[in-house]
């Protein structure tokens, strides 16, 4: 009895030795489980962006495979218009339309667009007074006299950047005409032809100027043809803008202390896209 006794009581042991060893080996797994599961969060391959990345390449390419479907790349624009001025200058000029205006655009996307080009007006000046920037103007029997009609032409070339305001939220209408916002940078040739005075050289001057505004394009046939409609203000730092060129010789005379004043241009297009 008493070796049966001990008998069982060593295999009691055991299995309860076994037992406990098998509950430890069963945490140590469970503890490496937990470190190696924080090693995976932590071993993320230096890039932390690397799922946020993969959004906006997928994204980007989406966008560009629709631009490339549905945008325009290219078009060539062909416009007539209204050029004038305000102030001085405004009052002293007799307006002669139409403008002519030519430019080519690249659209970088569906919002984005840079503009190069060249418009053309025509103004005059009549001067019935003698001024002081010509003393020595003679009428035709020899007295002295005015500088008379001056013939104004009015050349810029410029670069532009277009931005096309999303319309997709908009009303149809809207949507249909594209708007878009327009700023240019400028640079204005001035030549002044003294039609009554022929032995007075004909007067060149350029100046730097900035334009602003927006436009509308209605489509005829969309990716394929257009008629714009664009509308902006430009400020220029003329030549003559702030001298006493053009100021009357005698009290009372008809003349401008100066020639200040912004230009204002109104330009439909025809345009030809591709």
């Given at each position: 009895m008493k070796k049966q006794f001990f008998l069982n009581f060593f295999l009691l042991l055991t299995l309860a030795i076994g037992a406990g060893f098998a509950n430890t080996i069963y945490a140590q797994d469970a503890a490496n489980d937990i470190f190696a599961a924080d090693d995976d969060d932590l071993n993320i391959g230096g890039d932390i962006f690397s799922d946020f990345n993969e959004d906006v390449e997928s994204a980007k390419l989406v966008e560009d495979e629709r631009f490339y479907r549905y945008g325009r790349f290219f078009s060539f624009n062909a416009s007539?218009?209204?050029?004038?001025?305000?102030?001085?200058?405004?009052?002293?000029?007799?307006?002669?339309?139409?403008?002519?205006?030519?430019?080519?655009?690249?659209?970088?996307?569906?919002?984005?667009?840079?503009?190069?080009?060249?418009?053309?007006?025509?103004?005059?000046?009549f001067l019935q007074d003698p001024v002081r920037g010509f003393p020595n103007a003679k009428n035709p029997d020899g007295t002295s006299g005015a500088p008379g009609l001056i013939d104004v032409s009015m050349l810029r070339v410029?670069?532009?950047?277009?931005?096309?305001?999303?319309?997709?939220?908009?009303?149809?209408a809207i949507t249909y005409s594209n708007p878009y916002l327009v700023?240019?940078?400028?640079?204005?040739?001035?030549?002044?032809?003294?039609?009554?005075?022929?032995?007075l050289p004909k007067d060149v001057g350029g100046a730097l100027g900035f334009g602003a505004g927006f436009g509308l394009?209605?489509?005829?046939?969309l990716?394929?043809?257009?008629?714009?409609?664009?509308?902006?203000?430009?400020?220029?730092?003329?030549?003559?803008?702030?001298?006493?060129?053009?100021?009357?010789?005698?009290?009372?005379?008809?003349?401008?202390?100066?020639?200040?004043?912004?230009?204002?241009?109104?330009?439909?297009?025809?345009?030809?896209?591709?």
């Amino acid at each position: 009895m008493k070796k049966q006794f001990f008998l069982n009581f060593f295999l009691l042991l055991t299995l309860a030795i076994g037992a406990g060893f098998a509950n430890t080996i069963y945490a140590q797994d469970a503890a490496n489980d937990i470190f190696a599961a924080d090693d995976d969060d932590l071993n993320i391959g230096g890039d932390i962006f690397s799922d946020f990345n993969e959004d906006v390449e997928s994204a980007k390419l989406v966008e560009d495979e629709r631009f490339y479907r549905y945008g325009r790349f290219f078009s060539f624009n062909a416009s007539l218009g209204l050029t004038s001025f305000d102030g001085n200058r405004g009052i002293a000029y007799e307006n002669s339309p139409p403008s002519f205006g030519l430019s080519f655009t690249f659209f970088k996307d569906f919002q984005t667009a840079l503009a190069l080009g060249v418009e053309y007006s025509k103004h005059s000046m009549f001067l019935q007074d003698p001024v002081r920037g010509f003393p020595n103007a003679k009428n035709p029997d020899g007295t002295s006299g005015a500088p008379g009609l001056i013939d104004v032409s009015m050349l810029r070339v410029f670069l532009g950047y277009r931005y096309y305001i999303e319309t997709a939220n908009l009303g149809t209408a809207i949507t249909y005409s594209n708007p878009y916002l327009v700023g240019r940078l400028e640079y204005w040739y001035q030549t002044n032809h003294y039609v009554d005075q022929s032995e007075l050289p004909k007067d060149v001057g350029g100046a730097l100027g900035f334009g602003a505004g927006f436009g509308l394009e209605f489509p005829i046939e969309l990716k394929e043809s257009y008629i714009g409609l664009e509308f902006l203000i430009h400020t220029v730092n003329f030549p003559d803008k702030n001298t006493l060129k053009y100021a009357p010789l005698k009290a009372g005379g008809y003349g401008f202390e100066n020639l200040g004043g912004n230009a204002y241009s109104t330009m439909v297009s025809y345009v030809f896209n591709w």
